[in-house]
């Protein structure tokens, strides 16, 4: 990948280079660390990591913007992450080397041309449906609605918008009172597939971090332990409100005892 140079010469960009990296993590659930960990600082495009021998201990981190990475730089630089310190720097600017590596390179022209085709495709898509006598944003012939209409309410059932049931409004939920202060807190809206490691990974850089538990059979919630309530408080400021991902901030919680 030609990164192993010191990088004092590299321009600033939106894409870092990451090594000295655990070998022995297994490569989704460092992608999935390095998201989580790094997602505070900005959005984060993709994160890169391969299986070859020559890239193992290493990875590549694109943020949306230049900030966003150079926040990084600074402020992770050494940070130990699965036990080994981290060795942070820009990645070199000639980024299509990555594409070419993650097999997602097109030239740029080419690359133009195909989004263009592909919107022209969309757009007569769209038009025959509509010569049919059927909505776009409602992809059934029978009216039903599309996959991306439906949302989870368990991790086994999906039900359209329209099979919800009325829940009588807002005066028949009556919130239940939140716990006291202290030493556990209850996490809730994580995404699915959130592992405890990438919670840790977040949690752990508040003093008096203890253990995270997660309940297999109620995905999307957590417990995260401390040694007092002070540093429980302190922890659920810092990452109040929190994306995993895009669609999931967090909603940390005292947990009830």
Not at 26 to 40: G, V, W
Request: charged residues 25%.
């Amino acid at each position: 990948m030609g990164e192993m140079a010191t990088g004092h010469d590299v321009p600033p960009n939106m894409t870092i280079y990451i090594n000295n990296l655990n070998e022995k993590i297994k490569l989704e659930e460092l992608k999935k660390s390095l998201l989580a960990d790094f997602s505070q600082f900005g959005k984060i495009l993709k994160v890169l990591a391969f299986k070859t021998l020559k890239h193992r201990g290493q990875a590549w981190v694109v943020f949306e913007d230049v900030s966003s990475a150079s926040s990084v730089l600074r402020q992770k630089q050494g940070s130990m992450f699965y036990d080994k310190p981290m060795r942070i720097r820009y990645a070199k600017t000639k980024s299509d080397v990555i594409a070419n590596a993650d097999g997602t390179f097109v030239p740029r022209e080419r690359r133009k041309r195909r989004e263009e085709k592909g919107r022209k495709q969309k757009d007569q898509h769209d038009a025959n449906q509509a010569g049919m006598g059927q909505n776009p944003a409602y992809g059934g012939a029978d009216g039903a609605a599309p996959h991306d209409l439906t949302f989870s309410v368990s991790s086994h059932n999906l039900v359209q918008l329209s099979q919800i049931p009325y829940m009588g409004g807002a005066k028949s939920a009556v919130p239940e009172a939140p716990a006291p202060p202290n030493n556990i807190l209850f996490v809730q809206n994580l995404p699915h597939q959130t592992i405890p490691m990438m919670l840790q990974v977040l949690f752990c850089q508040y003093p008096g971090f203890k253990e995270v538990r997660m309940v297999e059979a109620k995905p999307g919630i957590a417990f995260v332990e401390y040694e007092n309530e002070m540093q429980s408080t302190y922890a659920m400021q810092g990452l109040q409100g929190f994306k995993i991902s895009p669609e999931n901030p967090m909603l940390i919680t005292y947990a009830k005892k």
